[in-house]
């Protein structure tokens, strides 16, 4: 299986600060990769595909970027409603594997 | 508009078994494979099992091969999860989820998610 591993876990940022959260995979993957931005109590929103497509609806200040294994979800300016857990997720290969997620907190 | 709703949650004691369902509505049903994912609670996400669009071909995650099912009735827009000898790790919300890709073979890209039912195992 591939290892989506990550990083940070969590995060403390304030309204208005550049976000990045970053997974890295198993080499020889592409970039069939997606992010999902979770709140609580809710299901996964799909935010971005391969690796950097904006789904319809997402606002532009989230995008996605790749460079070789390591894939980075960036969030140019958060605002109050960007506060969640983000998860990766490789569907390059089976089975789909998702990284651990990371929570976006207020600081 | 894309609507999934799963039912069919609660709590079971261990060994036991529990069938899941989700009424999908909005999109033409018979054209898209459907996963379920479930998530622990506070952990993160798991995929579980996946069905063709036609429900002639089926995967599984090793951690429910053997022991649940997956199946569809694309007459009624439904999709099940038949949950066998469950075991208090099978404790989580379990999401119903639409596959991205047209008619063709599912890409494990999750496109629409339903709200969740929590299953929780527990004697």
């Known amino acids: 299986d591939i290892q989506m591993t990550q990083s940070p876990v969590s995060l403390s940022a304030s309204v208005g600060d550049r976000v990045t959260i970053t997974c890295r995979a198993s080499p020889g993957m592409n970039n069939w990769l997606a992010w999902y931005q979770q709140k609580p109590g809710k299901p996964p929103k799909p935010l971005i595909y391969?690796?950097?497509t904006l789904e319809s609806g997402v606002p532009s200040r989230f995008s996605g970027s790749a460079s070789g294994t390591e894939f980075t979800l960036t969030i140019s300016s958060l605002q109050p409603e960007d506060f969640a857990t983000y998860y990766c997720q490789q569907y390059n290969a089976y089975p789909p594997t998702f990284g651990g997620g990371t929570k976006v907190e207020v600081k | 508009q894309v609507l999934l709703v799963e039912s069919g949650g609660g709590v079971v004691q261990p060994g036991r078994s529990l069938r899941l369902s989700c009424a999908a509505s909005g999109y033409t049903f018979s054209n898209y494979a459907m996963h379920w994912v479930r998530q622990a609670p506070g952990k993160g996400l798991e995929w579980l099992t996946v069905?063709?669009?036609?429900?002639?071909?089926?995967n599984y995650a090793d951690s429910v091969n053997g022991r649940f099912t997956i199946s569809r009735d694309n007459s009624h827009s439904t999709v099940f999860l038949q949950m066998d000898s469950l075991r208090p790790e099978d404790t989580a919300i379990y999401f119903c989820?639409?596959?991205?890709?047209?008619?063709?073979?599912?890409?494990?890209?999750?496109?629409?998610w339903g709200q969740g039912t929590l299953v929780t195992v527990s004697s």
């Open positions: 069905v063709s669009h036609d429900g002639g071909r089926k």
């Open positions: 391969a690796a950097s």
């Open positions: 989820v639409k596959d991205w890709n047209l008619v063709a073979a599912p890409i494990y890209y999750f496109e629409n």
